[in-house]
């Protein structure tokens, strides 16, 4: 009997946006895709935008089977996720203590890191021209779900002497403080007095009988939902800086182009970012399904998408603003130029009619001395 499974997520962003009526047809090269869908119906679930699911078999590492599957968001987020059997272990302290470094062991392993970074630039290469500004970010989400078995261990297994979060904070030696332990516990939900869910900011922890898939990816979306969230707090950051520099090395006058091109870009930014950002932050809604409303908000939370909400809406808010005020200033010069030549005009009309009167009086002045 196992202790349970692990499964390993690694998030990329690869590109601003996935054609899927092309890019099926293609992954099917590497295995059978499909829409994701619930392992359980039900009407309580909203997904905006479902993901496209490759399932790619198994694959070893160091000899350890695992499970590989691959979804695919419209909006460019892929997500690995690779499931490994965890062996039983006894309920004494010495066997507690090889269950934490398991879990570390293969938390924390290169080999996988560097497996997955070869996968995604294979993914890249062979979607093509089904991505839309192709493009991996440099920087990924990591996650990590261990899935106890129901069967091995009772619920009291996992809470005795706080264990469970000693587990998930991979703490072999060290008890944990209350203070540390009571963040952690904040976000712990359970639906009956048998299941638990854990969730950390870089881990969880699932006991449950049934739907434990289903939770998963609930919490695989949640850090779906972050990372691309970072990547655009980081892409608005170097778009803004980039904006206020061409302003002050370029000068722009009312004789060259450089204010429309900026207000053209800082606004198309905005269009295409404040789409995308939209469709992320709706990707699901439970509106009847109280228990996985719940545990939606909680991880939610307690990955802190909902500061990184607020900090890309702000941005998004502030690049609203920059494409205003290039607008602005583009019409008051426009209006000024106008201005000028409007003056320009009149005077070219008022002179010859005031030239042989001026004239004129010049002469009568003249002869009076």
Known sequence: MNAGKLVI???????????????????????????????????????????????????????TKAQMITKIWSYGAVSFS??????????NDEDRTKLIQWFSFWCESEAIDHFLKTKIQELLSLLG??????????????????????????????????????????????????????????SSLSYGPNDLVVIDWDSAFVLARTDSEDICDVIELANVQ???????????????SGLYRQVVEKRPSIFNSTIALLARDASQLYLETSEVVERIENSLKV??????????????????VPQWQATVDQKLKNLQDVSQM??????T?????????????????????????????LELALSHL
């Open 9 to 63: 997520y690694r998030i990329y962003d690869l590109a601003h946006e996935v054609n899927f009526a092309e890019a099926s047809g293609k992954l099917n090269k590497l295995g059978p895709t499909s829409k994701y869908t619930l392992k359980r119906p039900s009407k309580d679930f909203l997904y905006g935008d479902p993901p496209l699911v490759l399932s790619q078999g198994d694959v070893l590492f160091e000899g």
């Open 82 to 91: 690779l499931s490994i059997d965890c062996e039983a272990y006894s309920e």
């Open 129 to 186: 021209n089904s991505l839309k500004k192709p493009e991996v970010w440099n920087q990924e989400e990591d996650y990590n779900i261990f899935l106890a078995n129901p069967d091995y261990k009772p619920k009291d297994f996992w809470e005795k002497d706080n264990f469970v979060y000693q587990f998930l904070s991979k703490e072999e030696n060290i008890p944990l403080s209350e203070a540390m332990i009571s963040p952690i516990k904040e």
């Open 226 to 240: 972050l990372l691309e969230l970072r990547y655009f707090d980081d892409l608005l950051d170097k778009k803004l």
């Open 287 to 304: 509106v009847g399904d109280i228990y996985f409303a719940r545990l939606y908000r909680l991880s939610l939370k307690r990955l802190q």
């Open 326 to 331: 290039y607008m602005g200033e583009l019409h």
């Open 333 to 361: 010069r426009r209006g000024h130029f106008m201005e000028i030549i409007i003056i320009v005009l009149i005077a070219i009309e008022v002179v010859p009619f005031l030239y042989p009167i001026v004239m004129k009086y």
